[in-house]
């Protein structure tokens, strides 16, 4: 009797388990939802991240109700924008940290994903994949100098560890240079070149043979290279973003790239660019390293390289340092990374940002962005301490963290998002679509005008 009470509870369950997958499914499919569809979307939402995702986001979000009750919920998107699930329409100029670089779902992107879709979505891990073998020789020729040989990822954070483990296999060195303010992810590889104390503290000791040098100070950098190598600890490869996102939109001086490049060479150690936010025609050039008219011995990039549609990243490198993976190919895998949907999407990607001169578009609706964006904070010098940027990447750095959390709150209920670099307000980023037309800038502008003047300082 026990036992077939146990066998009916979980019947029940599985019953339960069962209906509540079909709802949500049924709620997927539908190209409408209703008010009631709404309603109840939001309150699993909520009630989903309190009990099962992590309840810390509900406070953190600037988009949740004091009691927790309520939230912006999104649920679609195109363009330079994304609905929630009431219908309101935002602007966006996050972007998903910088993943939207064509847009939202662009048609072109959406149509290589699905279309490969209805052939083959993931590989058997065995056959030579031709999609793979495509994108490569796309990136090879693209990217900046004798790049060559790509390997595919899934993010960012994968990017650079396998830059790292590629340098590393190099040349056996195992010193590397990072800078103070980076942000290369959080993995254990990737948060050793981070420069976050806040993500670093909790899961020390990281990987051993990292230095960090203030970013832009050449003569620190060259005293680094200097001491490793008196101390037998010569460097390996210096890690650098080419413009620092998360760090608070940071524009290096004029000709640091090429000084830290020529001190790479003098000491012979790599040079590794992440590009995983800078890349893909954010700066207004493919990659930023055209932009400083530099060469990297390997580029680090995802986010904006899979479209916005797919999860996609990928390093490229000189033949001479990808070559230590000859040999033997399973040094280094990753059983998603390059994976036909994903390559699809990077190729489609690449075409649109080509086609529709994104690059170009990038530098010009950037500059005059930032132009407007300063004329609107004129007279409130108490407030805002820095506008600066390249490109559609432009960060607001206010005199507190509370005035620019203030500003992105306001910004926020008049249908604009944006938010701050590396959870916090200080220097909120605007980081668009490079399609954003004129008047969705105009709009964006006169809100944070507006917002500005209603702030106190």
Not at 5 to 13: D, F, G, H, I
Not at 270 to 286: A, C, H, N, S
Request: contains cysteine; aromatic residues 8%.
């Amino acid at each position: 009797m026990g036992i077939d009470l146990k066998r009916e509870t979980e019947a029940t369950e599985i019953n339960q388990i069962t209906e509540y997958i079909n709802k949500v499914l049924n709620v997927i499919e539908k190209e409408e939802i209703t008010e009631e569809d709404a309603n109840w979307i939001t309150k699993e939402t909520v009630d989903g991240f309190r009990e099962h995702v992590n309840p810390g986001f509900l406070s953190y979000r600037k988009t949740v109700t004091k009691d927790g009750q309520f939230a912006a919920v999104e649920w679609s998107d195109g363009g330079s924008c994304f609905k929630d699930v009431s219908g309101k329409e935002y602007i966006d100029c996050l972007g998903g940290f910088g993943i939207y670089n064509v847009g939202h779902r662009h048609p072109k992107v959406v149509k290589a994903v699905t279309d490969q879709l209805k052939r083959q979505a993931l590989h058997s891990q065995d056959l030579l994949d031709p999609l793979r073998a495509m994108l490569a020789k796309i990136l090879a020729d693209i990217t900046p100098g004798d790049l060559k040989y790509a390997f595919f990822t899934n993010s960012g954070t994968e990017s650079v560890e396998a830059a790292l483990k590629l340098a590393k296999m190099y040349s056996e060195r195992t010193t590397f240079i990072s800078t103070t303010k980076a942000f290369h992810g959080k993995s254990l590889g990737s948060l050793s070149g981070t420069a976050k104390g806040m993500f670093r503290k909790p899961f020390m000791p990281l990987i051993p043979g990292f230095r960090h040098v203030p970013f832009g100070d050449i003569d620190m950098m060259r005293k680094t290279f200097e001491t490793c190598a008196m101390v037998g600890e010569d460097v390996a490869a210096v890690l650098l973003e080419p413009i620092q996102g998360e760090g608070g939109i940071i524009i290096p001086p004029e000709g640091y790239h090429k000084q830290v490049r020529e001190l790479c060479d003098e000491f012979g150690a790599l040079l590794i660019f992440d590009e995983v936010q800078t890349g893909m025609g954010r700066t207004g050039k493919m990659f930023a390293a055209d932009l400083f008219e530099v060469v990297p011995d390997i580029i680090c990039l995802a986010k904006a390289f899979g479209g916005g549609v797919m999860p996609a990243g990928a390093i490229v490198a000189r033949e001479d340092v990808f070559k230590s993976w000859f040999e033997n190919p399973f040094m280094h895998t990753t059983t998603f990374g390059g994976n036909p949907l994903a390559c699809a999407a990077a190729i489609a990607t690449i075409s649109v940002l080509l086609e529709e001169k994104l690059p170009e578009r990038s530098a010009e609706v950037g500059e005059y962005f930032l132009s407007e964006l300063r004329k609107a904070a004129e007279g409130h010098e108490d407030k805002v301490l820095e506008i600066r940027g390249q490109g559609l990447m432009i960060g607001i750095e206010f005199h507190k963290d509370e005035i620019g959390y203030e500003v992105s709150k306001g910004m926020f209920d008049n249908g604009i998002l944006v938010a701050g670099t590396l959870i916090n307000s200080k220097t909120i980023r605007i980081e668009p679509a490079l399609t954003i037309r004129y008047d969705e800038v105009d709009k964006v502008v006169n809100s944070f005008k507006e917002v500005l003047g209603k702030v106190k300082a």
